[in-house]
């Protein structure tokens, strides 16, 4: 069988290379597949080398130097180049999408699996929170542009033969948008990697792992902290790194990019982990508790099906300063009831061989049931 992957850019950059290699599906041991690799731009400097044993195809957009730096630039030519890429020769197509990869124009006898991240949340949910802070000529540009991006989003998606969603959160918003129903199949954590301290030296802080852009709401946190008066450790850059040290007190230390090796151990004896945002399913709190260490959550979006209440970590309801403030008075006091063992555990039913086992089932599932083998109805 011939296979075509295709990701979309944001994900490629986005996630940590870690996450890539066992998340966007080219990892996966089908050993009677033969792999194709698409992808919107390859910058290998970034991706280092681990395609390097695969043969990648780049879309018409990698000729062109700037978008290898700034590819959002090039939003509006995204849906025409991945729609370009030739896949009238493959079996199967695997599109790993948080916007347009899910767009490729596949033959009538192939199998399009699209692993969906997110439907794109700037042109549904959240385009009045994205559009907020530009100025008014750029913001009218875009919603000229996101109107028809979502016309042909819409489009796209009823190009997709089977939804995989990575979390219920997700496929919740894949119903609502695209009205299509979805397996849900949770992404890879290296919880091989991500172990327990074999010591219990827990040190006096809590910890953010994050890039600073705004919706991951590091603000928040800062602000909270700054009225605790307790350690708070921010592991990250993005844009908002100078504001937030800017107002951050002498009790939050920033230490920018680190490498997974510093992140474990950070990960291994911080006393929680503070995740004050809304993610699509989160992988830092799931690396965290295959560390053994709890989890300080808003519940909403991913974390919601991650963390445990009362068992691995504790949610606060209102993403506010004081209502993160309460929920860390409240693990304090109750923090001798969190077990490293019990938080460990409940980690690795999110392991990348979990992962690879129940993708791997999925793909022959539908394969049989196209080629009329009896699945008895598509998923």
């Given amino acids: 069988m011939l296979c075509f992957v295709v990701s979309c850019t944001t994900y490629i950059l986005y996630f940590t290379r870690r996450y890539l290699i066992s998340s966007n599906l080219i990892s996966l041991h089908f050993h009677s597949f033969s792999f194709i690799t698409g992808m919107l731009v390859y910058n290998r400097r970034k991706l280092g080398k681990y395609f390097d044993k695969y043969l990648i195809i780049t879309s018409n957009l990698q000729k062109n130097p700037l978008a290898h730096i700034k590819h959002q630039l090039f939003f509006k030519y995204m849906p025409r180049a991945f729609e370009n890429f030739d896949l009238s020769d493959f079996d199967l197509v695997i599109s790993s999408s948080s916007a347009f990869a899910k767009g490729v124009i596949t033959s009538p006898n192939s199998v399009h699996i699209c692993y969906c991240h997110t439907p794109p949340r700037y042109l549904w949910d959240l385009t009045h929170e994205y559009l907020k802070d530009y100025n008014l000529i750029i913001r009218r540009y875009l919603e000229r542009n996101f109107h028809y991006l979502r016309i042909w989003d819409t489009i796209a998606a009823n190009r997709v033969d089977y939804?995989?969603?990575?979390?219920?959160?997700?496929?919740?918003?894949?119903?609502?948008?695209?009205?299509?129903?979805?397996?849900?199949?949770?992404?890879?954590?290296?919880?091989?990697?991500?172990?327990?301290?074999?010591?219990?030296?827990?040190?006096?802080?809590?910890?953010?792992?994050?890039?600073?852009?705004?919706?991951?709401?590091?603000?928040?946190?800062?602000?909270?902290?700054?009225?605790?008066?307790?350690?708070?450790?921010?592991?990250?850059?993005?844009?908002?790194?100078?504001?937030?040290?800017?107002?951050?007190?002498?009790?939050?230390?920033?230490?920018?990019?680190?490498?997974?090796?510093?992140?474990?151990?950070?990960?291994?004896?911080?006393?929680?982990?503070?995740?004050?945002?809304?993610?699509?399913?989160?992988?830092?709190?799931?690396?965290?508790?295959?560390?053994?260490?709890?989890?300080?959550?808003?519940?909403?979006?991913?974390?919601?099906?991650?963390?445990?209440?009362?068992?691995?970590?504790?949610?606060?309801?209102?993403?506010?300063?004081?209502?993160?403030?309460?929920?860390?008075?409240?693990?304090?006091?109750?923090?001798?009831?969190?077990?490293?063992?019990?938080?460990?555990?409940?980690?690795?039913?999110?392991?990348?061989?979990?992962?690879?086992?129940?993708?791997?089932?999925?793909?022959?599932?539908?394969?049989?049931?196209?080629?009329?083998?009896?699945?008895?109805?598509?998923?």
């Fill in 163 to 379: 939804f995989v969603a990575n979390s219920n959160y997700v496929a919740n918003r894949i119903k609502k948008f695209y009205k299509r129903d979805c397996k849900v199949i949770y992404p890879p954590v290296d919880t091989e990697y991500f172990t327990p301290a074999k010591d219990k030296n827990i040190e006096d802080y809590y910890l953010i792992v994050s890039r600073l852009v705004p919706y991951k709401r590091v603000d928040l946190a800062v602000e909270a902290f700054n009225q605790l008066s307790k350690r708070l450790v921010i592991v990250g850059d993005g844009p908002e790194y100078k504001k937030l040290k800017s107002i951050a007190k002498s009790n939050i230390e920033f230490l920018g990019y680190q490498p997974d090796k510093t992140v474990r151990d950070l990960y291994q004896r911080c006393k929680a982990l503070i995740f004050p945002g809304v993610e699509d399913f989160g992988i830092v709190p799931v690396e965290v508790q295959a560390c053994g260490r709890p989890v300080i959550a808003l519940k909403k979006g991913g974390a919601v099906e991650t963390v445990e209440e009362g068992k691995t970590g504790v949610f606060f309801e209102k993403q506010d300063v004081e209502s993160l403030k309460e929920a860390v008075y409240k693990f304090e006091q109750d923090i001798e009831r969190f077990d490293k063992d019990y938080i460990r555990s409940h980690a690795e039913k999110f392991s990348a061989e979990r992962f690879r086992m129940e993708f791997k089932d999925f793909i022959l599932k539908v394969t049989e049931y196209e080629r009329g083998e009896g699945m008895g109805g598509k998923v």
